[in-house]
T-cell receptor, first 111, second 118 residues
Framework: GENVEQHPSTLSVQEGDSAVIKCTYS??????FPWYKQELGKRPQLIID?????GEKKDQRIAVTLNKTAKHFSLHITETQPEDSAVYFC??????????FGPGTRLSVLP | GAVVSQHPSWVICKSGTSVKIECRSL??????MFWYRQFPKQSLMLMAT?????????EQGVEKDKFLINHASLTLSTLTVTSAHPEDSSFYIC??????????????FGPGTRLTVT
């Protein structure tokens, strides 16, 4: 089955700096890669997603890159703000089914 | 749009009793709903996938007789934790896919239910 690794497990950055979180997956059949932000005790919120036929996607301060050959994808957050502090999860899925989540990255943006 | 609710938001029950958690899609029809479990400071683990009108598909290691899932309509799925024990204490989150979403793969998540078994 699919296995998703995520690094780093914790990340602290100064406000205004960039943050990068990397994930690797094992199943080459996976074709959908969403990223979620979760605040303590709350539901995961989709922040950006990418499909396997696309190499990069950007939405304002957030971007995701995908390297299918190497089976890894990364989340990039620029101009970080304190409200970006949360736990971020990557996931790999096959046509929107069977989401396998990474272990998560706790991001702290220091003012 | 695409709102998913769960009820209750938190529940405390005694060991050996059963607890039912409801997941509803409020403004869309969901042919497929998913149930996840999240232990403190851990990731979300898929427990089962349920399709309206058919039996749920459970992930390996999830006891189907302990975690009963019913997806009786296009807007409601229920998870019943039977004979709950303290180790079942967790955050249970459901998600749903919009039947009319076309080629979108997005799952919409509910707010979660925190279960504490004493």
């Amino acid at each position: 089955g699919e296995n998703v690794e995520q690094h780093p497990s914790t990340l602290s950055v100064q406000e205004g700096d960039s943050a990068v979180i990397k994930c690797t997956y094992s199943d080459s059949a996976s074709n959908y890669f969403p990223w979620y932000k979760q605040e303590l005790g709350k539901r995961p919120q989709l922040i950006i997603d990418i499909r396997s036929n696309v190499g990069e996607k950007k939405d304002q301060r957030i971007a995701v890159t995908l390297n299918k050959t190497a089976k890894h994808f990364s989340l990039h957050i620029t101009e970080t703000q304190p409200e970006d502090s949360a736990v971020y999860f990557c996931a790999a899925a096959y046509y929107g089914q069977n989401f396998v989540f990474g272990p998560g990255t706790r991001l702290s943006v220091l003012p | 749009g695409a709102v998913v609710s769960q009820h209750p938001s938190w529940v405390i029950c005694k060991s050996g009793t059963s607890v039912k958690i409801e997941c509803r899609s409020l403004d869309f029809q969901a042919t497929t709903m998913f149930w996840y479990r999240q232990f403190p400071k851990q990731s979300l683990m898929l427990m089962a996938t349920s399709n309206e009108g058919s039996k749920a598909t459970y992930e390996q290691g999830v006891e189907k007789d302990k975690f009963l899932i019913n997806h009786a309509s296009l807007t409601l799925s229920t998870l019943t934790v039977t004979s709950a024990h303290p180790e079942d204490s967790s955050f249970y989150i459901c998600s749903a896919r919009d039947r009319s979403s076309g080629t979108s793969y997005e799952q919409y998540f509910g707010p979660g239910t925190r279960l504490t078994v004493t």
